[in-house]
C-alpha cells in the first residue's frame, strides 16, 4: 500500500512530506515498483493507493495507563474483555493498548493475568503490556483503589503474577514510603519499570527510590503531595532526576492548563508521557458505572466516587492528545511524541512501535488539521477509515 502526499510525523519529531510505504504488516523503504515482487497478492497491494493530501500522518497512539472502555474494564478478566476494548482503542487511534489493573484482591489480580496471557491479539489495538497499578500503594492516597486489598510491596507476588501474564508486566506502581519497598525496587527493577504512584512520598524519599531503580511515575500531580517551594515532593524529585519519565493525564478535568504547559517545559519533549486513565465510562453516556468494585458517578467529562474523588477519566488518549493541543496550548510535535515514540520507548517496544520507520509495525492514523481521526491502520490493516 502506497501513502502519497502525507504531512508525515518522523521519528526525530519534525514533519515532512514524503510517501509510506506499507508491505504486509510492516513500512518498508522503497515502494512496491521498487521491490520486484511479481505475486498477484503482490501485485494486488502494490495497485492500492491512497491520496493523503492535507492530512497528518502519525504514529499509531501508545496508551501505557488506562483501565477500560465502552463498559469493559481490564480486570473484569472475562474472555471478550480484552477484544471489546481493544476495537474501541484502535477506533480511536490508540493501536498499542497497555491496560491497568487495580487494587484488587489477589485471586482477582491472578484471573486477569491469566486472561491477558490467553488473549491473542487479532483485532483492534495490539495488547503490548500490562501496567500494573495496584496493590502495593498508599491508604493515604488510595485515590479511587479500595483499601481493602492494599498491600505490601512483595517481589514473590509480582514474579508469580507476571509470570501468569506471560511475562508482559511492563510496569509496577508503588508507594515507596511502604515497608520494604526500597528493598522491592532493587529485586524487580531489571525486570519491570517500578513507577512511582498513589503515594505520601517526601523529596528525600522518592529520591532515593529514583536512586535505586524507580524510572517512573503514575499519573503526574495525582495522588501524591503537591510541589511546593519548601516541600517538592515526587515532583520536585523527578524533575531532578533525568532517567524518571511522567505519565500526565489531559482530559481538562485532571490537570490545569497552565500545569500542563509547565511540565512540558520542567521535563521537557522527552519525559513527559501522555496516558488516559480511561474507566469503562469511556465512550458511554453519563451515568453509574463501577471501578475497582466502587461505585463511579459520571457526569459530562468527570467520573467521580461517592466522596467526590476523581476516579480515572472518561477520555480517550488521542481526544487527550487533541485536547492537550487545541485547549491547554502545548505544542503538535509535543503532544505527538508524548504519545507515541516517549511511551513506545520507555516500556521497552520501540523497535517495534511508537514510530513511521522502515521494519516497524505499520499502525498509522491519518487525521485532518483539525485533527480529525480519517483512518487507523494497525499492523498494516485497515480498522477505519472516512476516506
Known amino acids: 500500500m502506497l501513502i502519497k502526499n502525507a504531512i508525515v510525523f518522523d521519528p526525530d519529531k519534525v514533519f515532512r512530506n514524503r510517501e509510506i510505504n506499507i ?10 515498483m521498487n521491490l520486484g515482487f511479481s505475486s498477484d497478492s503482490d501485485k494486488k497491494h502494490e495497485k492500492r493507493q491512497i491520496d493523503a ?13 488506562f483501565h477500560g472502555c465502552m ?12 477484544k471489546n476494548i481493544a476495537k474501541y482503542e484502535a477506533r480511536s487511534g490508540i493501536t498499542s493498548i497497555c491496560p491497568a489493573t487495580m487494587t484488587i484482591s489477589k485471586d482477582e489480580l491472578r484471573e486477569v493475568m491469566r486472561k491477558a496471557a490467553a488473549y491473542k491479539s487479532e483485532e483492534g489495538a495490539k495488547l503490548v503490556g500490562i501496567n500494573m ?7 493515604a492516597k488510595k485515590g479511587a483503589q479500595s483499601s481493602k486489598y492494599i498491600l505490601k510491596c512483595n517481589a514473590k507476588l509480582f514474579d508469580e503474577l ?15 514510603e511502604n515497608e520494604g519497598a526500597m528493598e522491592f525496587i532493587k529485586e524487580v527493577k531489571d525486570r519491570v519499570i517500578v513507577s512511582i504512584a498513589h503515594t505520601t512520598a517526601d523529596y528525600d524519599t522518592a529520591s532515593k527510590a529514583f536512586e535505586e531503580g524507580a524510572s517512573h511515575v503514575t499519573h503526574l500531580y495525582n495522588a501524591m503531595p503537591p510541589f511546593t517551594h519548601r516541600a517538592p515532593g515526587v515532583i520536585g524529585a523527578a524533575v531532578d532526576n533525568n532517567t524518571v519519565c511522567v505519565e500526565l493525564i489531559c482530559d481538562g478535568i485532571h490537570i490545569h492548563p497552565a500545569v500542563v504547559r509547565a511540565t512540558f517545559k520542567m521535563f521537557g519533549n522527552e519525559r513527559v508521557i501522555l496516558i488516559s486513565d480511561s474507566m469503562r465510562a469511556c465512550g458511554l453516556e453519563d451515568g453509574e458505572y463501577t471501578l475497582g468494585g466502587q461505585k463511579v458517578y459520571v457526569t459530562g467529562r468527570k467520573a467521580v466516587l461517592e466522596d467526590g474523588t476523581i476516579a480515572g477519566s472518561v477520555t480517550n488518549l488521542f481526544e487527550c492528545m487533541k485536547r492537550a493541543v487545541q485547549d491547554m496550548h502545548i505544542r503538535l ?3 505527538i511524541a508524548a504519545a507515541t515514540i516517549n511511551p513506545a520507548k520507555q516500556i521497552g517496544i520501540f523497535d517495534k512501535v511508537g514510530s513511521i520507520e522502515d521494519g516497524k509495525y505499520a499502525d498509522l492514523v491519518l487525521m485532518d488539521k483539525s485533527l480529525n481521526i480519517k483512518a487507523v491502520y494497525v499492523h498494516g490493516k485497515e480498522i477505519y477509515s472516512k476516506l
Open 53 to 65: 493530501t492535507g492530512l497528518y500522518a502519525i504514529p499509531g497512539l501508545i496508551d501505557i495507563h
Open 23 to 32: 508491505l504486509g504488516e510492516k513500512f518498508v523503504e522503497s515502494s512496491f
Open 71 to 82: 463498559g469493559d474494564d481490564f480486570c473484569d478478566a472475562k474472555d471478550e474483555t480484552i
Open 333 to 335: 510535535e509535543d503532544a
Open 162 to 176: 507476571n509470570e501468569l501474564s506471560g511475562n508482559i508486566i511492563k510496569l509496577v506502581d508503588i508507594a515507596p
Open 133 to 139: 497499578e495496584g496493590p502495593f500503594i498508599s491508604e
